[in-house]
């Protein structure tokens, strides 16, 4: 019998999605809680509709590593050395230009 647990409450949907592709790539299952309740928004308190994200307890402690490093990609940023753009830490491409981050 599977175990779900949750292991992040996403800002909203788009980031729950991001992190469940990011868990994909390497091999860890995930789900999507509250991925219908964006419908209810202005309807309901905001903590009854979040999003969170839940992975199986067998890859518990491989799903925290890779959320502990997308958490810290989040706060660095880089400058595309083609462009110049300010890019977020957890893009590997730039917006801008579509170069990649060499630097990483």
């Not at 390497?26 to 905001?46: K, N, T, V, W």
């Not at 999003?51 to 890779?66: G, I, T, Y």
Request: glycine share 6%; with cysteine; hydrophobic share 40%.
């Amino acid at each position: 019998m599977e175990q779900w647990h949750e292991l992040y409450r996403a800002e909203n949907l788009l980031e729950a999605a991001l992190l469940q592709g990011m868990l994909g790539n390497i091999g860890i299952e995930s789900h999507i809680d509250g991925q219908y309740c964006a419908a209810a928004a202005g309807e309901l308190p905001m903590e009854v509709i979040q999003v969170s994200l839940k992975v199986n307890l067998f890859a518990w402690e491989r799903a925290k590593l890779a959320l502990k490093d997308y958490q810290r990609n989040q706060k660095l940023e880089w400058t595309c050395l083609e462009c110049g753009e300010i890019n977020p830490g957890s893009f590997d491409y730039c917006w801008s230009c579509q170069c990649e981050n060499v630097l990483k």
